[in-house]
């Protein structure tokens, strides 16, 4: 099950420089599958007795949701990765087990990632609230547009300033791990074992009702709903273990760069190609110092290693980002239909990117310049954000115009190269 193979990474002080934490994940997707970056204010909800439209299903709305800012395949409601306007960062995984997937629709993994960010003011609580959806609703649905019908069970990778948690998934059973320091990563395999600190009431039960613990050695929660042996799990050669070392590489001196070249890097896999491969990605800073704004950087384009992470940072009044927000259609009930008509669902900079690869692809000394280009434009904006956190000083009207005008300056890179 190596499809939509995507890594979520976390590395807290005092892994880290500055007393900083840091949140990183690639999404793995379909390599045609569009990805935009969208924001969503701030909102408080009257009529209670209206119901929220996820991708498949209704679900009771709440009275007020967060502002926030999200990654997400453009042709459904949810989201791969985001953050909100308190610091809460959550990206989820596939993962599959013993719990066999459902095929009713439900809630997907990547609606419990939006409506974790929307109501949810810290990571526990949103732990809190993506557990008490999962009991309600449940998980379940095609999480792919089209012809290819693809379902899983999910984990999750949540953060906040202060803390981490990692939620991992069987059907509607669960088990939570608390991370408050070093290096913590999921990938496609449940890795939560015997350091169990939430878990579902019913859990261990269940697992001894169908034969896989004998309710006598110490329970652990991969072994018993995985096929897992969780023994070697930190000795194979897969993604997971892959991405911990890298983690573990740069221990105690771990900066949102260096989360970046993680991303980026490609022997490891934790940078995919091929029919499945990295269409976005994302990386956060969460300062433990309340007094500093929490960055977020995204890619908005398929692999890192040829794309820009560009800044976002919630303010008041954030101008809408229009070059990363796909088109929207009238029948959004494609998805209902499952239509196996996928519409052009490419966005203003996922079209000049795809067009400035295709021009470059065969002509190298122009690959050359236009990634020392995007470089250039890179480091520009890490010197920029590095100042504010150093500084303590936000330019509130520079702010709100920030990842738009980031994303036109990746444009006119893109542009130059296209047209000379």
Same mark, same amino acid.
């Given at each position: 099950?190596?499809?939509?193979?995507?890594?979520? !990474?976390?590395? *807290?002080?005092?892994?880290?420089v500055?007393?900083?934490?840091?949140?990183g994940?690639?999404?793995?997707?379909?390599?045609?599958?569009?990805?935009?970056v969208?924001?969503?204010?701030?909102?408080?909800?009257?009529? *209670?007795?209206?119901?929220?439209?996820? +991708?498949?299903?209704? =679900?009771?709305?709440?009275?007020? +949701?967060?502002?926030?800012?999200?990654?997400?395949?453009? /042709?459904?409601?949810?989201?791969?990765?985001?953050?909100?306007?308190?610091?809460?960062?959550?990206?989820?995984?596939?993962?599959?087990?013993?719990?066999?997937?459902?095929?009713?629709?439900?809630?997907?993994?990547? %609606? *419990?990632v939006?409506?974790g960010?929307?109501?949810?003011? +810290?990571?526990?609580?949103?732990?809190?609230?993506?557990?008490?959806? *999962?009991?309600?609703?449940?998980?379940?649905?095609?999480?792919?547009?089209?012809?290819?019908?693809?379902?899983?069970?999910?984990? !999750?990778l =949540?953060?906040?300033r202060?803390?981490? /948690?990692?939620?991992?998934?069987?059907?509607?059973?669960?088990?939570?791990?608390?991370?408050?320091?070093?290096?913590?990563?999921?990938?496609?395999?449940?890795?939560?074992? +015997?350091?169990?600190?939430?878990?579902?009431?019913?859990?261990?039960?269940?697992?001894?009702?169908?034969? /896989? /613990?004998?309710?006598?050695?110490?329970? %652990?929660?991969?072994?018993?709903?995985?096929?897992? %042996?969780?023994?070697k799990?930190?000795?194979?050669?897969?993604?997971?273990?892959?991405?911990?070392?890298?983690?573990?590489?740069?221990?105690?001196?771990?900066?949102f760069?260096?989360?970046?070249?993680?991303?980026?890097?490609?022997?490891?896999?934790i940078?995919?190609?091929?029919?499945?491969?990295?269409?976005?990605?994302?990386?956060?800073?969460?300062?433990?110092?309340?007094?500093?704004?929490?960055?977020?950087f995204?890619?908005?384009?398929?692999?890192?290693?040829r794309?820009?992470?560009?800044?976002? $940072? !919630?303010?008041?009044? =954030?101008?809408?980002?229009?070059?990363?927000?796909?088109?929207?259609?009238?029948?959004? %009930?494609?998805?209902?239909?499952?239509?196996?008509?996928?519409?052009?669902?490419?966005?203003?900079?996922?079209?000049?990117?795809?067009?400035?690869?295709?021009?470059?692809?065969?002509?190298e000394?122009?690959?050359?310049?236009?990634?020392?280009?995007?470089?250039?434009?890179?480091?520009?904006?890490?010197?920029?954000?590095?100042? $504010?956190?150093?500084?303590?000083?936000?330019?509130?009207e520079?702010i709100?115009?920030?990842?738009?005008?980031?994303?036109?300056d990746?444009?006119? =890179?893109?542009?130059?190269?296209?047209?000379?």
């Open positions: 099950m190596e499809p939509f193979s995507c890594d979520t !990474f976390v590395a *807290l002080p005092p892994a880290t500055d007393n900083r934490i840091i949140f994940k690639n999404s793995d997707r379909l390599c045609d599958e569009v990805q935009e969208v924001y969503f204010p701030a909102a408080v909800h009257n009529n *209670l007795g209206e119901h929220l439209k996820c +991708t498949y299903i209704e =679900i009771d709305q709440v009275p007020e +949701t967060y502002a926030v800012v999200l990654s997400r395949p453009a /042709w459904l409601w949810g989201a791969e990765m985001g953050a909100n306007e308190h610091g809460v960062c959550i990206g989820n995984e596939a993962v599959w087990g013993r719990e066999e997937v459902c095929d009713e629709e439900a809630l997907l993994g990547m %609606d *419990l939006r409506l960010l929307e109501r949810a003011d +810290t990571a526990e609580k949103a732990l809190n609230v993506i557990v008490d959806l *999962l009991e309600k609703y449940g998980q379940g649905g095609n999480c792919t547009e089209g012809r290819m019908v693809f379902s899983y069970h999910n984990s !999750f =949540i953060a906040d202060n803390e981490a /948690w990692i939620l991992e998934t069987a059907g509607k059973y669960w088990a939570a791990e608390k991370v408050q320091e070093g290096v913590r990563n999921i990938s496609n395999q449940l890795s939560i074992t +015997t350091k169990i600190d939430r878990e579902h009431p019913d859990m261990r039960n269940y697992a001894k009702r169908k034969g /896989w /613990w004998d309710g006598k050695k110490e329970f %652990d929660f991969a072994a018993a709903y995985s096929y897992l %042996d969780t023994a799990m930190m000795t194979s050669s897969g993604r997971y273990c892959e991405g911990y070392k890298l983690l573990k590489k740069h221990k105690g001196n771990i900066t760069e260096t989360m970046m070249e993680i991303l980026r890097d490609k022997p490891s896999g940078n995919m190609e091929g029919e499945f491969l990295t269409t976005a990605s994302m990386v956060s800073i969460l300062p433990q110092d309340s007094s500093l704004p929490c960055i977020h995204f890619t908005g384009t398929p692999d890192p290693e794309s820009v992470f560009k800044p976002f $940072i !919630f303010v008041p009044h =954030i101008s809408q980002l229009l070059d990363t927000s796909s088109p929207t259609f009238e029948l959004e %009930d494609l998805v209902k239909k499952k239509s196996h008509v996928k519409p052009d669902r490419r966005h203003p900079l996922y079209q000049k990117h795809q067009q400035a690869l295709e021009v470059v692809h065969n002509n000394e122009k690959a050359k310049i236009m990634l020392d280009n995007m470089r250039k434009l890179e480091k520009e904006l890490f010197r920029e954000m590095e100042s $504010i956190l150093q500084n303590k000083h936000l330019d509130v520079k709100v115009n920030l990842f738009p005008q980031c994303t036109k990746e444009i006119q =890179i893109y542009q130059s190269n296209v047209s000379s």
